[in-house]
């Protein structure tokens, strides 16, 4: 058990690339180059790692930010006791829960936010978070975001603003009834 | 150490909108009158479009995370009101004769729809609620509205406090409006109070209330670091004669309790029966070429929908069930709602997965087709199952994020009847939406932060029995005399539509109530005022309901 500490010792490239690949079972991407064992390559295009997972969840604004090591810590654990649950055998020479296939990162991540778990409220977290650096670019100014292209919210499908930064739609609604209204309806609009 | 003090005639916690309604009457009618606003006092350029953390959206927002519930109000000076839709119905009039967890009406006999209408009309006239037309609907409401008369119901375009002629259909409602369009408080009863001389401090948060030797109270606040929520720059106290708590169902049962070892017990019901108004997401994914097909719909580009992003948050509601010969629990509004990525899209599930549903690969391809989502905001009968556990150190939650994100005390459990309401409105959601193939729907999950309000409720109710309700039916703190509840908490239950209509005419009404209490300690002050822009219909029509009103 000892060496296994020492493998997954939660500091520099063994935590990047441990939470790179949670984030990659919340919102998956595809590889950004051969060999990429944090990305396990389920989807096309950007996932939460190419939209910034890391950079939003390294930042202070987060409070998660100095739990970071143990949560890689903790998770590498949970993979551990899952694949051998399961007699499933990890590489060696990447953490535990990189070594895990996609269909069992994410059941993994199933378990731990199920209601009940003693640590959901952490892994619910961590998971928003990783949500959020893809589906709003969370760490970075919006409209900076869609002109660097950014891939969460290029997917998304995301206008972009006007000049000064802010959003007008001139166009916004068919202009027609459509339903008819209910009987019991007052005059300034509310359930009579 | 009372002549030391600072001193104010009355003091109000928080500024939303019971806060805001207190202060302007009270300032209006000659009482010096100190708001303590625990968030920051934002001005329209302040309202960025940006999702950034630490950006307008995070700094004017509370999400605490519950037990089984989760809240998003508003921290800002102006409270939800910033932050909100701006939608404003009036409750149906079977509301007031809920009986709900207790078996008997849950309401003060005082209240009903009859007696509350002259209140509803002030604010209608405060706020400028009026009712939208059909050109005034987003494509997602218009969406919305085709599918209900598809299925053989009615939709209505909804009363709401925005002026049409300055919405730009943005739909950044939810980071405060920079168009000035929404008719927040900060556009009315704020500063018509400050012209009256009320004080406002944003970033103080009250902790607790004391009493003085001379059977005043004293308030305790810490003042809030401007940026990071979680620091404190220092604290102090005020005394007041009255003390108006409007600090939103969250938190204002949680000051309370941190109060009970210095003001005495504390009713039974502060911190119980809160409601989430009964609340439920529904998530739709749209065929796009289904909804041209079936409803012949066309933004004139060829795109049939796709605007999810467009619009100004909900514009058309469903009210067939609001029907008051229905059972309790049977009855709720399904209204089109809009919500931005980052606050909510993580809950909304993929329909007919194999896998994970709110997260995953499947996941990632209906976030693909995030412009053709359509909201459904069902709001149910629920039971008042909500409990606050003892209070945390400071606040209504400790806070996680250096903004927004903390974590709370309330219990949540729903019980059969609501669980049952919720399934009801997520079965009509799908029967309406799935008709002949317009869209998939799935309803948010629960199982991440639990059920999730925007619409806090009854953690202090009022009402008759003093078992049931914290607060007699002017809405003081029962064995606490001078201190009223005017805020969410003091509305004994969900409403079946959004209710900050509700709330601000029930803060209408109590205001005579405080008045009375406030001369009675020998406060300078009466009540009479016009609506904050002069306006004075409204005032001739509870001119007469005074005496209904005042305690003898
Ligand atoms: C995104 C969103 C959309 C909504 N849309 C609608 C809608 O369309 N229609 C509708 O009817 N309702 C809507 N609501 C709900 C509505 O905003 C609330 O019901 C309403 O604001 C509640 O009013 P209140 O006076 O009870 O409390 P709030 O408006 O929440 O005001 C409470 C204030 O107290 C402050 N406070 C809290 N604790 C302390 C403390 N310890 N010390 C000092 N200050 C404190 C808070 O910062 C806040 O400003 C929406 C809410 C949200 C979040």
Known sequence: ?192 | MSSTAEHTDVLVIGSGFGGAIAAYHLAAGGAKVTVLERGPWLKSADFEHDYKLGSSYTRAFDFVVGDGMSILGGNCVGGGSVVYFAAMPRAPRFVFDRQGSIGRRMWPGAVSRDTLDPWYDRVEESLSVAKQDWNDVSYAGGLWAAACDHAGRTANPLAVAIDNTKCVNCNWMMAGCRFEAKQSLLVNYLPAALAHGAEIRPLHEVQHISRTSDGDYRVHYNVIHDEDYRLQAGSGVIEAKIVVMAAGAGATPVILQRSEAHLGTMPRAVGRYFSGNGERLNTAIIDEKRAAELFGLDRGDGLAYAANQIGKGPTVASWDKLDGSLPEYSRYSLEQLYFPPGLGTILAQVPDAAGPTWFGREKKEILKKWTSWLTIFSMIEDDNEGVFGPPPATGNAHRISQQMLGRGNLRYDPTKNTLGAWAASDAEVKEILEKDGLAKVMPWTNDLVGAYTVHPLSSCRMGDDPLTSALDDRNELRDHPGIFVTDGSAVPGALTVNPAMTIAALAERAVPGIVQAAQRKGISVTYGAPAPDGSRSGRKKVLPLLPTLTRT
């Open chain 1, 1 to 192: 058990m000892r060496s296994e500490n020492e493998r997954v010792a939660p500091d520099g490239e063994l935590r990047t690339i441990t939470l790179e690949a949670y984030a990659d079972t919340i919102v998956p991407g595809q590889k950004r180059h051969d060999g990429d064992r944090a990305i396990a390559g389920v989807a096309t295009g950007g996932g939460a790692v190419q939209a910034g997972a890391l950079e939003l969840l390294q930042w202070d604004a987060t409070g998660i930010h100095d739990g970071l090591d143990d949560l890689a810590r903790l998770v590498n654990e949970h993979a551990t006791a899952y694949a051998a649950e399961r007699s499933i055998a990890l590489d060696p020479s990447v953490p535990p829960f990189v070594a895990l296939e996609y269909d069992d990162r994410a059941a993994l991540i199933l378990l731990l936010t199920t209601p009940g778990h003693p640590e959901k409220d952490f892994w619910v977290m961590l998971s928003l978070f990783c949500n959020m650096a893809f589906d709003s670019a969370a760490h970075l100014p919006t409209a900076q975001a869609l002109a660097d292209g950014h891939p969460g919210l290029a997917a998304m499908g995301l206008s972009h603003p006007d000049a000064d930064g802010l959003w007008r739609f001139k166009d916004f609604g068919y202009g027609r009834e459509l339903a008819r209204l209910h009987p019991d309806t007052t005059p300034s609009g509310s359930p009579a």
